[in-house]
């Protein structure tokens, strides 16, 4: 349930479920730091992980959170899409700035899936932003499986259509 | 604020914004009575309006209701979009099954999109499923100026994908 992770100059990392009530403001400063997010969707963010540390296993939120030793790395947020039968929902992915690249994200992403297909997940979708500042977001989804099944026009704001993708879990 | 809709044998329909706390009953009521939701989804309905009921007009779910003197006839819940500037979501309507063919959900889903439209939304979107068993609503919402933008195929359950509906507001 631990699996390690040693990426060089940031110790061993440890994946962890859940939100302990210390990693909010970590949390808050990491989405911030990808520059990716409007102010918005920071404090969006934040709530979310303020809402998993206060009801835990039994919220509609979760959360797998890798921890360096002095640091979070990243996280993935996560859960079941109600009124489906076995379709889940990536809500959050983020890395650390200076820990992108080196196959964190991906091998983040894939310990999401195989919880959400453990928990009886079929799908998993995620929403992002069809804006050209999102490529590398999408070719990071693309690259693990992910597929484009719509676009929803001026979703976001006018000429910020969202896209959502899906990847079909074993 | 409150234009009152005259329909035989229920007296005088009052709109009202916001659920008190003896609505939320009468709206898991009226919802399972249409016969379209699973017992799961009832209780989403029912919680949304436990939400509302709690947190008012700061919450995420506004309401509309249509109240006849002694029942609940009709009702909408509705919000914001977060993270987008100006798209709302249409996350439930319901008329009791006695007074469905007689105008209440088109004038109520009017009433709503005109309070949507003085909130600053643009947009208005709509989930439903594509089952044959739902073609009765997909009709509704096309008669009332939706278009379907996107479905999502196997999304609610294997072989019932989601229909995305969208309205722009004047």
Do not use: N
């Not at 911030?32 to 992980?49: C, D, R």
């Not at 026009?153 to 896209?163: I, L, V």
């Amino acid at each position: 349930m631990r699996p390690a992770l040693a990426l060089p100059g940031w110790g061993e990392l440890v994946l962890r479920e859940g939100v302990e009530p210390g990693d909010v403001r970590a949390i808050r400063e990491l989405v911030a730091a990808t520059g990716l997010f409007s102010p918005a969707e920071v404090e969006i963010a934040a709530e979310l992980a303020q809402i998993a540390a206060r009801e835990g296993e039994a919220g509609d939120y979760r959360f797998l959170v890798a921890r360096a030793p002095h640091a979070l790395a990243a996280y993935t947020c996560y859960g079941h899409i109600d009124g489906t039968r076995s379709s889940f929902d990536l809500y959050w992915i983020a890395v650390d700035p200076k820990l992108q690249g080196r196959g964190l994200g991906r091998r983040l992403l894939a310990a999401t899936e195989a919880r959400v297909a453990r928990a009886g997940g079929r799908r998993l979708y995620v929403d992002t932003s069809a804006r050209p500042d999102y490529a590398g977001t999408r070719a990071f989804y693309e690259g693990a499986g992910y597929r484009c099944e719509a676009t929803l026009a001026d979703y976001y704001a006018p000429g910020d259509a969202k896209a959502i993708y899906v990847k079909e879990l074993a």
